[in-house]
């Protein structure tokens, strides 16, 4: 396997379900995210890890719970969710420098779950 | 007030010829990047091109250069020689020296390839 990969690749769930969204990266980077993307809306960033360790949150709804066991992996955790929840989830990698500076490394993207509430 | 603005919806080119995507952004940060990504049906974004802010020459990959017009605030890319599979949707997406790690993408615009 290489790059960042995402399983599954579709998933249509009732809004009573728990599922969870899995997201892998081979490629030795320190920081993993988790995107929204709706239709004719911008990706939205939801969740940020650095080192493993959450740094953003951008005010998600707690019927998504991220975890981060080691670097090269990082799970969504689905629960009661609403149809508008349904979207493209895409995960990204990237390698982050220590400090910030000015020096911006890509993110790389896997290619999504499709998640379909019914 | 959008941080990324694409204003093309869409895009048609003929095969072979050039085309260029409208980025503008809004930052007060001094130190930013900005990135292209492309996104076919298939849901992946795949990374085509970047461009730092202290970078005083346009950044170029292959096929795709960015036309980076700092005053104006404009990173508007540039596909040379336009081929079918080129046909996806294409996001701008800008990291700002404050907002460390984090991307913030355009609307996009869906570019199409005609024969």
């Known amino acids: 396997e290489t790059g960042v990969t995402q399983t599954p690749r579709h998933l249509v769930m009732g809004m009573t379900n728990k599922k969870s969204l899995k997201c892998e990266q081979h490629?030795?980077?320190?920081?993993m995210y988790w995107y929204k993307q709706s239709a004719k809306k911008p990706l939205e960033l939801m969740f940020v890890?650095?080192?493993?360790?959450?740094?953003e949150n951008n005010s998600v709804p707690s019927r998504f719970s991220p975890e981060c066991p080691n670097s090269s992996h990082l799970f969504l955790h689905l629960h009661t969710l609403q149809p508008e929840d349904s979207a493209l989830y895409l995960c990204?990698?990237?390698?982050?420098?220590?400090?910030?500076?000015?020096?911006?490394?890509?993110?790389?993207f896997g290619p999504g779950t499709r998640l379909t509430v019914l | 007030a959008q941080k990324i603005t694409q204003t093309q919806p869409g895009m048609f080119v003929q095969e072979k010829e050039a085309v260029t995507l409208d980025c503008t952004y809004d930052?007060?940060?001094?130190?930013?990047?900005l990135f292209w990504y492309k996104q076919p049906s298939s849901g992946e974004m795949i990374f085509l091109i970047y461009?730092?802010?202290?970078?005083?020459q346009n950044a170029t990959e292959g096929r795709y250069s960015l036309n980076f017009q700092k005053a104006r605030k404009s990173a508007n890319l540039v596909i040379s020689a336009s081929q079918l599979g080129d046909s996806a949707m294409y996001f701008c997406a800008m990291r700002e020296d404050s907002g460390y790690s984090t991307l913030t993408f355009g609307k996009g615009t869906m570019l199409l390839v005609s024969p």
């Open positions: 490629l030795g980077h320190n920081a």
């Open positions: 890890y650095n080192f493993k360790e959450q740094t």
């Open positions: 930052t007060s940060d001094q130190s930013y990047g």
């Open positions: 461009q730092g802010s202290y970078d005083e």
């Open positions: 990204a990698s990237s390698q982050e420098l220590i400090e910030a500076g000015t020096h911006y490394n890509e993110q790389f």
